[in-house]
């Protein structure tokens, strides 16, 4: 095996039908690890089937990451699909609601937090307990420059972002040492449905395009190298870490 090879590991990715997430599945499915793909509508099984198609090994599963007393039953049946097996977790399903903070809905505030940060960190136990079992796991969750900025009329989501870098050195401290590497990817600016109305905004757009070194928006495929690396061997010392993938802009 190569530092990077995950033939035949079992993977589990929230959000996979779309988005970042689809673009994360399709890198481990490329790389030959059966995947499980977490989505809310039955569009989840059209996409498993479209990866299936391609010869991978893909299952879709139905769940709303919502709903607190679905989550234990819906992660028992994927590792069920999995053969009773999780090697690599990757908690990509996210939400976003805008408004200005004076007038942010507290339905909404709960929304972002319960989808965002909650379910993360119920998955990363649910995960955790049984790779601790195994002696060994990768877990990587998808961090934000909103984990490091505060933003303009997205205060829910800045302080779910915020809590998953810091729910993520916090796992990483107790299971590091027990075989499990738990670290964060901070996507940039990236050019999926989560950021429709920034990319229709003319303004904002231009103003956001002119502050990324890369001069570009990023997509789901510039996720793949970094997520490989995170749920390889390759990163079998890095722990609690936060690796952003923007193009530079963090660094600006
Ligand atoms: N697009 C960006 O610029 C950007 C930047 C930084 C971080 N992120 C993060 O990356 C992740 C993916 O974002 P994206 O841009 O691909 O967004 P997206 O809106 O295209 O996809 C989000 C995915 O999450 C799933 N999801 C949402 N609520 C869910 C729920 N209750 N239960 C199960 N699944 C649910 C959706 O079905 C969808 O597949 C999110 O965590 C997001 O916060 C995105």
Redo the contacts with the bound molecule.
Sequence with gaps: MTLFDIRGRKAIV??????????MAEALLEEGAEVVI????SS?LTVAESFSARGFACHGLV?????AGRREASFAEAVALLGGQLDILV??????KRHPAEAFPLDDWQAVL???LT?TFAMCQLAGRLMLAQGRGKIVN?????SFFGGFTVPA?AAS?GGVLQLTKALANEWAGRGININAL??????????SALLADKGRNAEISARIPAHR??S?DDMKGPLLFLASAASDYVNGAVLPVDGGYLGR
């Design positions: 929230t959000g996979g039908t779309r988005g970042l997430g689809h673009g977490f989505g809310t509508s989840v769940t709303d990451l919502a709903d908690n990509s399903a996210g939400v976003q319960e989808v965002n379910a998808i961090a934000s420059l909103l989501y972002k901070a996507p940039g600016y990236m050019a999926t449905e989560m950021n928006w990023g789901p």
